[in-house]
């Protein structure tokens, strides 16, 4: 038999026990509530990706000038923005991957540094609501990456690298007067090299000058292709703002100095890598516009109604090193007015 005694304590006990377990469960969600609170109401930080097709000193540098103008507005990495970037490595499969991967994140903005990176991220973003915003391309309207310049339907903008046909046969023939032929080298699967050469056909051909054109389907090619070209009796070589053949230029300046043949570039990268002149953007300037353009996206702007810049300042760059060794002697007119790199002895 219970000892009736014994019934005040145990329910005493029962008692204290339930008070206990309310109090803690009562204390647990008070001390976690604010924290909750907290977090609810902070904003996730923007999500910004950035897809480069290939790997040069002109699209790295576009890619350095991008996220200086995106730290300067107050966007770092890590503290006020989420940064992705990723390098198809000249590969236009794994360019539409990354796109593709892309765009399943959601970012706030996409970024494409050159052209096939940019078409590759068009076609994946499709009907979402993503805008884009790219650099080094050179002619967005042929490419098809936008319907006009000015406001566009598009949540698309960027800006455009376009060279001038006739500025870059100036300088070819300011350094060799009596330049006859010249020899091009391009990947004819980059939209924009293609336009680039027509429009270099079209002006070779109101100044008498042969062009002698060779295609290359990657940088592996390179050497080979420019050494048949130069077996043609070239003149010299121009090698457009081609990413496939601008990747392989070491290998162009090796053979240009080997045989005397001087090579000409459309980027300023191409100088400090041994081409022996160009008539180019400053990359790291123009990837700061294209960073202020996804600046006032993540603003709030509407990337349609964002002017695509096509007009920018240019440089005259000569490697006199290479002039040297290509056998090159410069007018003292050209290199009064140029920005110089490698000195010769």
């Known amino acids: 038999m219970r000892n009736p005694h014994l019934k005040a304590p145990l329910t005493l006990l029962r008692n204290i026990s339930t008070f206990f377990y309310i109090f803690s469960f009562l204390f647990f969600s008070l001390s976690i509530y604010p924290l909750k609170a ?25 890619r350095e000038g991008l996220i200086a103008a995106l730290n300067e507005a107050g966007y770092k990495d890590g503290e006020t923005m989420i940064l992705l970037y990723k390098n198809a490595q000249g590969s236009l499969p794994l360019a539409q991957q990354i796109a593709v991967d892309f765009v399943s994140r959601n970012p706030a903005v996409a970024v494409a540094i ?34 006009t310049l000015t406001a566009r339907p598009e949540s698309i ?40 050469v027509q429009d270099l056909q079209q002006e070779a051909a109101k100044r008498n000058l042969t062009l002698k054109l060779a295609t290359v389907e990657k940088s592996s090619e390179v050497s080979l292709v420019v050494n048949n070209l130069i077996g043609e009796k070239v003149e010299a070589l121009y090698i457009p703002n081609d990413n496939t053949v601008v990747s392989a230029m070491e290998s162009v300046v090796l053979l240009g100095k080997k045989f005397k043949v001087p090579v000409f570039a459309g980027d300023a990268g191409s100088i400090e890598r041994g081409a022996l002149a160009a008539y180019a953007y400053d990359r790291f300037k123009l990837g700061k516009k294209a960073g202020e353009l996804v600046v006032k996206i993540l603003k709030g702007q509407n990337a349609g109604d964002l002017v695509i810049e096509t007009k920018h300042p240019l440089i005259t760059m000569i490697n006199l090193k290479s002039a040297e060794d290509m056998g090159v002697p410069i007018p003292e007119d050209l290199k009064n007015t ?7 002895p």
Do not use: C, M, R
Request: charged share 15%; hydrophobic share 40%; glycine share 4%.
């Open 338 to 344: 140029a920005q110089i790199i490698g000195e010769a």
């Open 114 to 147: 050159s052209t096939p990176s940019a078409l590759s991220l068009q076609n994946a973003l499709k009907d979402q609501k993503i805008p884009l915003v790219f650099t080094a391309v050179s002619d967005p309207l042929g490419s098809k990456l936008v319907t």
């Open 157 to 196: 903008t960027g800006i455009s690298d376009n060279l001038s046909a006739n500025l870059q046969l100036d300088l070819v023939q300011k350094a060799l007067p009596s330049l006859k032929t010249i020899g091009i080298v391009y990947n004819a699967g980059e939209i924009n090299s293609v336009k680039a």
């Open 38 to 62: 907290d977090e609810t109401s902070k904003a996730p930080l923007p999500f910004v990706v950035i897809s480069q097709f290939i790997q040069h000193i002109s699209l790295d540098k576009e």
